[in-house]
Nanobody, 115 residues
Framework: QVQLVESGGGLVQPGGSLRLSCAASGGIVDIYDMAWFRQAPGKQRELVAAITRGSRGGRTNYADSVKGRFTISRDNAKNTVYLQMNSLKPEDTAVYYC??????WGQGTQVTVSS
């Protein structure tokens, strides 16, 4: 069974940085397409960043709202996917979820950007 555990969320001031981690079970991060989604209060869950599995070249894709500020990456040895978030804005405030193969979800981690 696939398990995804997110960590690294918290409260940060505008302009600050956070790195989210998604620890996965079963050595899946290189064989599944992986992604980060977010959901703000009263809004639909949206794709933030994605990385294809190794056999598909590890290509990355980003929402327009985070391009140039966020970076998704993968450490196969640690079976972990990361989301480096820089130049954070109040509108980045949301619960961030890790996703594997468009099917499996983590429990989410809260990111709050506020002064």
């Amino acid at each position: 069974q696939v398990q995804l555990v997110e960590s690294g969320g918290g409260l940060v001031q505008p302009g600050g940085s956070l790195r989210l981690s998604c620890a996965a079970s079963g050595g899946i991060v290189d064989i599944y397409d992986m992604a980060w989604f977010r959901q703000a209060p009263g809004k639909q869950r949206e794709l933030v960043a994605a990385i294809t599995r190794g056999s598909r070249g590890g290509r990355t894709n980003y929402a327009d709202s985070v391009k140039g500020r966020f970076t998704i990456s993968r450490d196969n040895a640690k079976n972990t996917v990361y989301l480096q978030m820089n130049s954070l804005k109040p509108e980045d405030t949301a619960v961030y979820y890790c996703n594997a193969a468009a099917v499996h979800w983590g429990q989410g981690t809260q990111v709050t950007v506020s002064s």
